[in-house]
Nanobody, 121 residues
Framework: QVQLVESGGGLVQAGGSLRLSCAASGSIFRINAMGWYRQAPGKQREAVASITRGGNTNYADSVKGRFTISRDNAKNTVYLQMNSLKPEDTAVYYC???????????????WGQGTQVTVSS
């Protein structure tokens, strides 16, 4: 059993910062790419940022220069530092990871339960 648990969401004023964390736990053999998605009310879920096991990163154009994704492989944890937040960043943020569980040959996608980020104007 593999779980992803997010933390760090909340309410912040425009221009403020938040740091999200997502810890993977359970019977894990290997974690490949990790990333963050978000879903605003009435909109489709969209990719925000991703990071490979080796540390290569990718960002949505809307967050480049404001958000930074990082990971600690020893802790099976991925972070999202969000600066200069805007009201349009308001959404539920989901952690995603490509994980090979113990006893399995192939990896599969795992998702966290989501954490709410609300940015007030």
């Amino acid at each position: 059993q593999v779980q992803l648990v997010e933390s760090g969401g909340g309410l912040v004023q425009a221009g403020g910062s938040l740091r999200l964390s997502c810890a993977a736990s359970g019977s894990i053999f290997r974690i490949n790419a990790m990333g963050w998605y978000r879903q605003a009310p009435g909109k489709q879920r969209e990719a925000v940022a991703s990071i490979t096991r080796g540390g290569n990163t990718n960002y949505a154009d809307s967050v480049k220069g404001r958000f930074t994704i990082s990971r600690d492989n020893a802790k099976n944890t991925v972070y999202l530092q969000m600066n200069s937040l805007k009201p349009e960043d308001t959404a539920v943020y989901y952690c995603n990871a490509d994980i090979t569980a113990n006893g399995w040959v192939y990896p599969r996608d795992y998702w966290g339960q989501g954490t709410q980020v609300t940015v007030s104007s």
